[in-house]
């Protein structure tokens, strides 16, 4: 039985770093390294879970090529149940270029490949039974799953009795609302970032109130993540939200997959019997281990040490 099936995006990541600015047109820039990372919401989240103790099943589609065997070869390495994942000979996988400057901040560069034909006649079903909770990462990312597709996964979740949680990504669309609004009836859990939540409520900035929009459109639960002040939980329309800080007392080395670590506490806590306010304090632990090493999940610790770090540094929470 896995505790949580992770659906969505593979990525490799080269990570170059330190790029404080870019060389001119036709120069050469020495900086300190460039690595290849495994990355993407879904496989970062289902890595992170792993570490941590989960037992996890990845569903997303990846290229017949270099970047594709290296993603299914850090799953399979990692202890994660392959079994979902598709192998296009028609798609390149998806793969970024991360450049991180010397305050920890990244921009990307980035190619969709595989991950923009994804949808939901690739998922096995066979692994969603043998699943306690399914989540749904990178929303707004996956061009022929997002909006119906992604509904129609999400109701059949629910009819198989499954809890379900969906995280979102940035969109310059400006049709992130069309892509959400069928599949919040069906949604257990959102879990998005502040800026991405103020967007999808049309500019609001109220955590309150943005997490109300939400409720009103199907939601029902809600958790935003908001970076270095913590996470925002509001467990219903009626429920006032709590602001829970995170860890001010460590050096940001890299945020890299800072989100998708903190979904991973997230959802481990949901799977682990956890609380929704206990899981959004592990959680916040999560992803502040994800920022003090380079690489989305090389911070991560086990269950054992995370908790250990929440005993010993809860006086830093401010």
Request: aromatic fraction near 10%; charged fraction near 25%.
């Amino acid at each position: 039985m896995y505790d949580v099936a992770c659906i969505g995006i593979l990525v490799a990541d080269c990570i170059a770093k330190t790029v404080d600015e870019l060389p001119e047109a036709g120069k050469l820039k020495k900086i300190d390294s460039i690595k290849l990372y495994s990355g993407g919401c879904a496989m970062n989240a289902a890595v992170d879970m792993q570490k941590i103790g989960a037992n996890v099943a990845l569903l997303g589609m990846v290229g017949n090529d270099g970047f594709g065997s290296f993603l299914i070869g850090e799953l399979t390495r990692n202890g994660i149940s392959t079994e979902g994942i598709k192998v296009s000979d028609d798609y390149s996988s998806s793969a970024s270029v991360v450049v991180v400057d010397s305050s920890g901040e990244r921009s990307f560069l980035h190619s969709t490949g595989a991950n923009a034909k994804f949808t939901d006649t690739d998922i096995d079903f066979d692994v969603i039974k043998d699943s306690k909770i399914v989540f749904v990462a990178g929303t707004m990312l996956m061009d022929t799953f997002d909006g119906e597709p992604c509904a129609r996964v999400l109701k059949k979740c629910k009819e198989m009795g499954k809890i379900t949680v969906l995280d979102s990504a940035w969109d310059d669309s400006g049709k992130w609302m069309d892509i959400l609004k069928p599949c919040m009836p069906y949604i257990d859990y959102f879990i998005p970032s502040i800026e991405e939540a103020e967007q999808f409520a049309g500019g609001k900035t109220d955590l309150n109130e943005i997490a109300d929009v939400f409720f009103d459109y199907g939601v029902k639960h809600v958790a935003i993540k908001a970076g270095k002040k913590g996470c925002f939980v509001k467990e219903s329309k009626d429920s006032e939200g709590k602001l829970f800080p995170t860890y001010m007392n460590v050096k940001r080395v890299d945020t890299t997959g800072a989100g998708d670590s903190w979904c991973s506490g997230f959802l481990y806590g949901l799977s682990h019997e956890m609380t929704m306010e206990e899981s959004a304090k592990f959680a916040n632990a999560v992803g502040t281990h994800c920022i003090m090493a380079v690489g989305a999940s090389t911070g991560i610790k086990s269950y054992e040490e995370i908790k250990k770090f929440m005993e010993e540094n809860e006086q830093f929470l401010k």
